[in-house]
């Protein structure tokens, strides 16, 4: 079945820590893949988004992503976290057999001022 | 970016009665608009797919009975919950995407429904 998993439901960093989020789909052919982040009171936003070409996607906020085919992983990074970056991150898959975008259950980030 | 706008973004509401929440693109063209229920520390789940002038698609185990979508022009989808019980309490998002942006949504503010 298509699906995507997020490993992480809650991740606390302090201020200026690296982080990974990890994201995961099944297989199911060629895909879209988005990340969305949700900020406390406000509604979904795109963080970036991958279509096709350099498998590193830089997005907002100093947000990039990495998809690796092999591994059917499409994880999230930022080299330094800040307070704001406090909310909650969903991983997304379209896949091109389907109109639907799938989304994950969501990592909660948490970070220490 | 392009916008979507939901409407209401809260609603208190008596069990047995029914309640429409509106979605609205603002300045583009919705081909099609995409339902989603969350709840508190869950992920969107995925109620149904409406295309302009043609019925909502639901995914399994959404009553469309209860839960009437309808998407009569381009820049408009409601979610109309009927005879709204308790355990109908929840966030309501709407989605949207068009033609001019393939592959890519665009999301409404939600709508937070209490059934009393």
């Known amino acids: 079945a298509q699906s995507v998993s997020q490993h992480n439901h809650h991740v606390i960093l302090s201020e200026a820590a690296s982080l990974e989020l990890g994201c995961n789909y099944s297989?199911?052919?060629?895909?879209?893949l988005f990340w969305y982040v949700q900020y406390p009171g406000q509604h979904l936003q795109l963080l970036l988004k991958y279509f096709s070409g350099d498998p590193l996607v830089k997005g907002i906020k100093g947000f990039e992503a990495e998809f690796i085919k092999s591994k059917f992983s499409f994880n999230l990074r930022k080299p330094s976290v800040q307070w704001s970056d406090t909310a909650e991150y969903f991983c997304?898959?379209?896949?091109?057999?389907?109109?639907?975008?799938?989304f994950g259950s969501g990592t909660r980030l948490s970070i220490r001022p | 970016g392009a916008v979507v706008s939901q409407h209401p973004s809260w609603v208190i509401c008596k069990s047995g009665t029914s309640v429409k929440i509106e979605c609205r693109s603002l300045d583009f063209q919705a081909t099609t608009m995409f339902w989603y229920r969350q709840f508190p520390k869950q992920s969107l789940m995925l109620m149904a797919t409406s295309n302009e002038g043609s019925k909502a698609t639901y995914e399994q185990g959404v009553e469309k009975d209860k839960f009437l979508i309808n998407h009569a022009s381009l820049t408009l989808s409601t979610l109309t919950v009927t005879s709204a019980h308790p355990e109908d309490s929840s966030f309501y998002i709407c989605s949207a995407k068009g033609a001019s942006l393939p592959g890519e949504l665009f999301f409404g503010e939600g709508s937070r429904l209490t059934v009393l």
């Open positions: 297989y199911g052919g060629t895909v879209n």
């Open positions: 997304a898959v379209k896949y091109s057999s389907a109109s639907k975008i799938i």
